[in-house]
């Protein structure tokens, strides 16, 4: 289970649209309680209202664009995907750009992004001074064509 705290009233908790979704919405919910207008090509930081109060230690919580958003008008999470650690104690916000050509309004209440829990693994990390060959190489960067 994972445990949110109400930093404001109207905060609302992560909702998932369809039982089986993974991705469950994350609301706007401004400090002073106004709508936010972002302006071609600006990018705002916006509040959820809600603090992570508890996570199990071996999971994360993933921030992503909402694909509404981002294909009928543009807006999409810039850092995707985001990422609020399990230990993070702070307000949970979204970056959210406006690539679209027109103004858009964020209304609070607004969905504007998905919060997705995603399972961790933290290996250990150490230096080789072993070559480790593969048959790819270093190929990258569309090494392989079209």
């Known amino acids: 289970m994972m445990l949110f705290r109400k930093l404001r009233p109207d905060a609302r908790l992560p909702h998932r649209s369809h039982e089986n979704d993974t991705g469950a919405d994350l609301y706007f919910c401004p400090e002073d309680g106004l709508p936010v207008t972002l302006a071609p090509g600006e990018t705002r930081v ?60 964020v209304e609070p209440g607004t969905r504007i992004a998905q919060l997705v829990v995603n399972f961790v693994y933290r290996p250990p990390f150490s230096f080789t001074e072993e070559e480790n060959e593969t048959t790819r190489g270093e190929g990258g960067f569309g090494s392989t064509g079209l």
């Open 46 to 105: 916006l509040g959820t209202g809600l603090e992570l109060a508890f996570a199990p230690d071996h999971y994360d919580i993933q921030i992503r664009p909402r694909s509404g958003l981002a294909a009928k008008h543009g807006l999409t999470v810039l850092n995707t995907p985001g990422t609020v650690d399990p230990g993070y104690r702070g307000e949970i916000k979204v970056i959210l750009s406006n690539f679209s050509n027109e103004p858009f309004t």
